[in-house]
């Protein structure tokens, strides 16, 4: 294992956390984190970590209609995820596979406060959209500091969304948090080992789920994506009778589905990239540039998961 560390961000706190946590790992001091990160090393070939400083905009807009308020914004505290679904745009968005934390935590509070002063509805932050938050608290402590952070605020919710079961993690923060989600995406077992490589199965994801529930905390489930695999009717409609029958749905404060889409852009870089992925075959540009199943397939998607639940959100589409 080697340690990339910033120069400048050897003396924060957190920064001494992710040192003591490998405690026999190799040390580099670097400049820039880009000059190790945007380097074309192939995939899997050397195990590191990189610790940087984050000295642009952790925080952006979400794209039109990806929830029913305008008002939501993703923010990152690091980069890159250690499970490899196949269809994850991650995949290409960067030139290696390295994790990247972020370590300069008072600065991302900081402009996460600046949005929320502005906003006068509620208000909506997304973590993890470039990793999986959970599967790394244990190194990055996020759960410790963003979780007591955004209950300073009101009228604003933050989402850990996630495919990990690392749920004690969460049982051992000292409270039940007002305003953080736990966010688990759950697809049929039969494609989690077929696409979500290294991730935990089905049952452990329910499993989670129900412990948490159990606790107290609020947990949405985020169908997504939907794959437009071959047979994709039964396998769902299985899959949501499944569901049904393991986790009470009256105690999960909300859920959301999503077919498979991508950008036109990232759709033919993924296709560069993975010519054999098939579920990419099933997949049309439409007028929006969007790439997406076509319109029966999503509608069946839909009416499947507002059956399960009514108030289920469905992510840019109509
Ligand atoms: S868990 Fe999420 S971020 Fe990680 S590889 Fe899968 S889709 Fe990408």
């Not at 080697?2 to 050897?10: F, Q, S, V, W």
């Not at 990247?100 to 959209?129: A, G, L, M, P, R």
């Not at 129900?210 to 396998?235: A, D, M, Q, S």
């Not at 992925?277 to 076509?294: A, H, M, Q, S």
Request: hydrophobic residues 35%.
């Amino acid at each position: 294992m080697i340690l990339y560390i910033e120069k400048d961000t050897i003396n924060y706190p957190q920064t001494q956390k992710i040192l003591s946590f490998f405690p026999d790992a190799d040390k580099i001091i670097i400049k820039n984190y880009k000059n190790i990160f945007d380097k074309n090393i192939p995939l899997n070939q050397e195990k590191s970590i990189i610790i940087a400083k984050l000295t642009w905009s952790a925080i952006w807009k979400t794209p039109d209609n990806y929830w029913h308020t305008p008002n939501t914004y993703f923010f990152k505290t690091s980069l890159n995820c250690i499970f490899d679904c196949s269809y994850c745009y991650l995949k290409w968005a960067f030139k290696n596979n390295m994790q990247v934390y972020f370590v300069n935590y008072e600065d991302i509070k900081k402009q996460i406060s600046e949005v929320v002063e502005k906003e006068t509805e509620f208000t909506w932050f997304y973590s993890s959209d470039y990793s999986d938050i959970l599967w790394s608290n244990k190194i990055t402590n996020f759960l410790q500091e963003f979780v007591p952070f955004f209950e300073n605020f009101n009228n604003v919710m933050m989402e850990v969304r996630t495919k990990s079961t690392n749920i004690q993690e969460i049982l051992d923060l000292w409270f039940v948090p007002k305003n953080t989600e736990f966010a688990f995406s759950l697809n049929p077992d039969e494609l989690i080992k077929k696409y979500e490589k290294w991730t935990p199965s089905l049952d452990d994801r329910i499993k989670a789920i129900n412990k948490l529930l159990e606790h107290g905390y609020k947990v949405w489930l985020r169908f997504l994506p939907l794959l437009p695999v071959k047979n994709y009717e039964n396998i769902y409609k299985e899959f949501v009778e499944y569901i049904k029958n393991s986790i009470d749905i009256k105690k999960i404060h909300s859920s959301f589905a999503s077919g498979l889409l991508y950008t036109k852009e990232d759709y033919n870089n993924i296709l560069k990239k993975y010519p054999n992925l098939d579920i990419l075959y099933r997949l049309k540009l439409e007028k929006d540039n969007f790439v997406r199943c076509d319109r029966d397939m999503r509608n069946f998607f839909y009416n499947l998961f507002k059956d399960l639940d009514q108030n289920c959100m469905i992510c840019m589409d109509k």
